[in-house]
């Protein structure tokens, strides 16, 4: 007889968590090796062993919840689980935006569906000494076929700029696309003899044929879901390796193939004698050709095949024609339009656009922290149960109990906070703001508990029967203003307000009894480490430049919120790892001290917070560095303020690279320079500051206690920003400064000085309001000539003169002011040097410059005037200026 698998069960032993008997074992075996000879008797009806297996039978309840599967626990009262601050869905961190050819031209076909073919071609120039020698130059060009051929030259126009915008959009550093090209078709005229069998369909061979040889010339993309790839043995980061795609993923071996570049009778025949219907071909050749059995085609063209005046279609030993067909010109275009709208579907599968994403875990909700005390399961006689104790107890009967009681409260203490623990994993692993903790709904006007960082959690035990009497403070609320209440209510009342306050004393000091904040927000830095290891960042790499020019609080606090930001901005920064600005954006930049640069614009991080009620000439230097709430840092505002985005509603990546974007997060730039400017903007606004600016003497100083700042004349010529209160003889012997401010000989008087004083303020607010903190500069941009549309296949005049172009082409400035004495200092070099390391392409050299105030102010107002000029002669002439200005090869000469 053949055993039957499902009519026994395996007796499989327990995990140590779940097996009652093997912990009550081992704690008897600590009780006795505790005890000694003190104590011996371990039998079931000992108290203490009663009490040994309520504990027991609570830690098989925490062994239970423990084991549960991993999206169980993370799932919230709602049903659902909160990704969001913890997880990313794996069609966003698997992905990145476009590095290679074949990723530019995948995003293509994704975005824009009227297309049928497009390819990227490298450019290369020859090196000056060595003409035979071509390196690339970081250029591209862009051919481009469409699926219809009767689109209209407007149309077509269309498609070209939104191709052309989406290349830019999506571009790298160092790189450049010339405008696409359509490609152009060259024609190739087939002839030859093709033997049909006697059943087949003339019309339909022909359909086929025309199909056959589209796809020979321009094979189409193949998309597939993620489950059809998955199925085929591809793992998830094969899969998604690229661009995020809407439309099904080209990842499979040979979905993406090349144009054809040559074309030869011996394949056509070939795919010709595998078409339905067709039992042999002979003589197959060009027609008009001489080149032989194979043609080359241009890189600007594909191949379009002529073939219904040259092959013979024979079918039972009659030549076809046209007419016996019902072939005209007009049915064989529809043929051609049928064909490529067959080609499209059959390229496209339905699981393309449905299977396109892995779904993502769902769990059941298990209110996983509901705690149930011990006492609630103890034998009635105990007395500590609910209901257990009759209202004429004696007193000592009801000391006894509570004293028992009191002793059990330790371990229910110590199994609620561990089932609050298991239920707040995601929590502990989250790099969101810290939800606020309500012990119970709490009374209009209270506050709720919270912290900077929560590592260790913990419940109340307000449920447990009659526990009130053994919290402290339990009187706290045992007063009344209607003395009409009877007692009972009075006490019920009392009881009430202490559960619902927060802050009461049983609260609190549980609250201090599990971690101090200086304990928590170290685990919880070294949790955000852990978190960053896991995405590939190591935050030891970070640690200290993030506190070094930016604080939210102490530098450990800082850490913590700026690891925080880190990983929640970490998708975008790492899908656009290499991205740089979209050079052909329509946004028009703001020169500095346009009165249209507000507050609200503030690229990073955000605008200072006013009071409650400012007034209409509220100064702006006067918010809060950071948003507060009750005096503490409000995290969930700050984490949502500084959260990047990427959508059709904003665009945080259109005009900054992503390095400009990891520099202002991890160094804190923008906010220094927004300090400074406020400080001088509060400077300028105080009358007594004004005097001293056009009275003061070499060495004399003015201290403003509003606003922390001293300021010293070293010279008729240079003035210093000093933070805090400086003494004139720190002065004289040359105290550390924050900023220097250069006036020209001229500018003397009161009147000059001031409008230095805004011209320096106006600068940092510019390098906050419209760029995150530097400006950087690609040389590659600046060498586009006034047409950039047209591929340059010889290099630039300008180029020409230098001992080794590629050097100056494929590099970047960026610029920081230099009369910033943190800007100018060695400890930012070597943050800088760190982050070029990590997070700057290989292949381009960056090169920082610290101009001084007037180098820097040219420098901004031409690629401002550079920027928002349209491709020609201007904007040429303003990067001729530009290269001029960075002392770069131009063509007015420059650097060679």
Known sequence: MQADSASYIVDVPLPLALDFQQLKAEAIAQLQQQAGQAWTNFNDSDPGITIL???????????YCAQMPIQDVLTGADGSIRYAGQFFAPQDILTTAPVTTDDYRKLIHDRVAQVRAVYLQPQTWALNDKPAQRVGNGRYAVYVAFRRDDETQETIGDLLNTIDFLLHQQRNLGEFFYFPVVLTEQPIRLKGKVYLNADAQWALVVQKLTEVLREYAAPTPLRSGFGQLQTAGLSSDAIMNGPRMENGWISAPGALPEKRNQVSCAQIASLLTQLDGVTAVESLSFAGSSSGNAIDIADDALAAFEFLDGLQFIQNKQVLSPAAGKLNALSSRSVGVITQLQVAHAAAGIEAKVDVYPPLPQGRYRDIESYISIQSTFPEMYGIGPNSLES????????????????????????????????????????????????????????????????????NLYDVPDVKPLLRGNQ????????????????????????????????????????QPGTANVRRDQFLTHLMARHGEDAQAYDAMMSAFQSYGSPLETRIIVKSIWMQNIQLLSYHRMKACNWRSPTQWLQPGDARLTPEQNWWPMPPVPPQAPSAAYPWWQGDAYP????????????????????????????????????????????????????????????????????????????????????????????????????????????????????????????????????????????????????????????????????????????????????????????????????????????????????????????????????????????????????????????????????????????V
């Open 53 to 63: 297996e309520q504990l027991c039978y609570a830690l098989t309840e925490l062994g």
């Open 392 to 459: 004429d107890a004696p007193d000592y009967r009801v000391a006894s109990a509570r004293q028992l009681k009191a002793y059990l409260l330790v371990y229910d203490q110590l199994l609620a906070n561990e089932f609050s623990q298991l239920a707040h994993l995601g929590d502990l692993f989250s790099f969101a703001a810290p939800r606020t903790r309500l012990t119970r709904p709490v009374l209009e006007g209270a506050l709720p508990e919270g912290s900077f960082s929560t590592t260790y959690f913990c419940q």
């Open 628 to 895: 507060a709430q009750d005096g503490e840092l409000d995290q969930e505002r700050l984490f949502e303020a500084t959260a990047l985005a990427r959508d059709a509603q904003r665009d945080d990546f259109q005009d900054v690279a992503s390095f400009e974007c990891k520099l202002a997060m991890l160094l804190g730039l923008p906010s220094y320079f927004l300090q400074l400017a406020g400080k001088l903007s509060g400077l300028l606004a105080t009358p007594a500051f004004l005097d001293w600016l056009g009275a003061g003497a070499v060495d004399s100083l003015f201290y403003s206690p509003e606003l922390d700042v001293s300021v010293g004349r070293v010279s008729a010529q240079e003035d210093r920003l000093f933070d805090g209160l400086v003494t004139l003889q720190a002065l004289q012997e040359g105290a550390t400064d924050v900023m220097q401010i250069i006036c020209n000989v001229e500018a003397i008087d009161m009147p000059s000085r001031r409008h230095v004083y805004e011209a320096h303020a106006a600068q940092l607010l510019w390098l906050v309001r419209q760029r995150p903190g530097g400006l950087l500069l690609e040389h590659q941009l600046l060498f586009v000539g006034a047409s950039p549309q047209q591929i340059a296949p010889e290099l630039p005049a300008a180029l020409r003169r230098c001992a080794h172009w590629p050097a100056v082409l494929m590099a970047a400035s960026l610029l920081l002011p230099g009369y910033v004495s943190i800007v100018a200092g060695q400890e930012l070099n070597n943050y800088l040097d760190s982050l070029r390391d990590l997070h700057w392409p290989c292949h381009l050299d960056l090169q920082v410059k610290k101009p001084a105030f007037a180098l820097l102010t040219d420098l901004i107002t031409h690629y401002v005037d550079w920027h928002n000029a349209a491709p020609g002669e201007e904007r040429e002439q303003q990067a001729q200026q530009l290269l001029h200005l960075l002392d770069l090869p131009s063509d007015a000469g420059g650097a």
């Open 476 to 515: 706290s609320f045992h007063y009344q203003f209607d003395h009409r209440l009877p007692p009972e209510q009075v006490a019920a009342l009392a009881w009430q307000r202490y559960q619902q306050f927060p802050f009461n004393e049983y609260m609190h000091g549980l609250r201090e009894c599990m971690e």
